[in-house]
């Protein structure tokens, strides 16, 4: 039987080539005879498609099955083990809310690291705590037509602004932390986290203290809007669930935007006008939680209070391995597990998966008693680091 040749073969046998190997390239012809991963082709089609003689398609078709790129399906039948379509290198733009965050920075560390591993492009910008840095990055993004974003900013009076600048532009939106109209939502169950918080707060207050708190205050983001600071309402309300006279004792919210200056600052004139003993505080983060410690440190009197944060970030971890800290506990987010997690979200979404409106990230009670348990690895890593600083 005479064999036709297709129009590339007859291109390529007419430029001899000495570094080709023949045999590799008409294998890959058999390979490309399938137009996708799920349909099975008998010989006789494998042969006709990829203009091969039947003894020379019979033979590499079994050389291919026994290297695991196609799997023989009945007698005469094969399917491909390996998928050969070609495939699009996305671009995803990731607007971080600061640079100066560690919960943040670890987000970003991660979210770099997983769109390298999964061969996507990440435009990376920093909205720098300002709505009107975010809303031009929204513009920068949609300029430079990426195929999906992730925004990470907690100023609620735009969220609108920005989702609507995402869904004109048909673009796919994932809010990190604090949800957007019509946004796919990526982040904590905040209120959850809150109320495990709150919990731990009111039974560590009757173990160590004989008399009943004095005063409750909440460190608030109020520019991030209700849903960040529902962890502080589920504190409250934990504290409550434990100790419910804790419900007449005077409870305070200081809004500081969760920045350390910020926090260090208000709590320090408080503790100046006001002579301050047995203080529950819980912090919307722990760098408000770390500043009002400070606070109460600075005027000597650390032990008139007890102190829970939130996100778990090393300088948390570390502040609860001292003896006798007043930071009792935090809520671990695992900001270093975000990257993986937004990255397969959003491949998801991109590939017309059906996908779920939003993820809920892992948290867990962190306490000085559960701290190197669950971060068995900081003290390496911090030995690590002053080894690399001693030898540079």
């Given amino acids: 039987m005479k064999r036709t040749l297709s129009t590339a073969q007859k291109l390529r046998d007419a430029v001899p080539r000495t570094y080709t190997v023949r045999a590799v390239i008409r294998a890959a012809d058999i390979l490309k005879a399938f137009s996708s991963m799920t349909e099975i082709l008998e010989l006789r089609t494998i042969t006709m498609r990829s203009h091969q003689t039947k003894a020379t398609a019979f033979r590499l078709s079994e050389t291919l099955v026994e290297a695991g790129l196609l799997v023989r399906v009945g007698q005469q039948g094969y399917r491909l083990r390996v998928d050969m379509s070609p495939s699009r290198r996305y671009r995803i733009g990731y607007a971080a809310q600061s640079s100066v965050v560690p919960f943040t920075a670890t987000v970003t560390d991660g979210l770099v690291a997983a769109a390298s591993a999964a061969n996507i492009d990440l435009i990376v910008l920093n909205n720098k705590f300002s709505p009107t840095i975010a809303l031009r990055n929204a513009d920068n993004l949609i300029e430079q037509k990426v195929d999906l974003v992730i925004d990470s900013q907690i100023d609620s009076a735009i969220a609108s602004q920005i989702a609507a600048k995402f869904s004109d ?22 209120y959850k986290a809150g109320r495990m918080a709150g919990r731990y707060l009111a039974k560590w207050s009757v173990k160590h203290w004989k008399e009943p708190v004095n005063e409750i205050y909440l460190i608030c983001a109020d520019v991030a809007g209700q849903h960040l600071n529902s962890r502080l309402n589920g504190m409250y309300d934990g504290m409550i669930e434990v100790v419910p006279e804790l419900r007449s004792v005077r409870c305070c919210h200081l809004d500081t935007k969760g920045q350390f200056e910020r926090t260090l600052d208000t709590v320090r004139k408080y503790i100046r006008i006001r002579k301050l003993s047995r203080v529950l505080i819980g912090g919307v983060n722990d760098q408000s939680a770390l500043a009002a410690l400070q606070a109460f440190r600075d005027f000597g009197i650390e032990d008139e209070c007890a102190i829970a944060g939130q996100d778990g970030c090393v300088e948390a971890r570390e502040e609860m391995r001292k003896e006798s800290t007043r930071l009792v506990c935090s809520v671990a987010y695992y900001p270093e597990k975000y990257g993986k997690g937004l990255i397969q979200f959003a491949t998801d979404i991109l590939s017309h998966k059906t996908v779920p409106p939003a993820v809920l990230t892992q948290h867990e009670l962190l306490t000085s008693q559960n701290v190197d348990k669950i971060y068995p690895n900081d003290n390496w890593m911090k030995t690590v680091g002053t080894s690399t600083m001693q030898m540079a």
């Fill in 169 to 190: 532009a048909h673009i796919p939106f994932i809010a990190m932390d604090i949800p957007h109209p019509g946004a796919f939502y990526y982040g904590a169950d905040n």
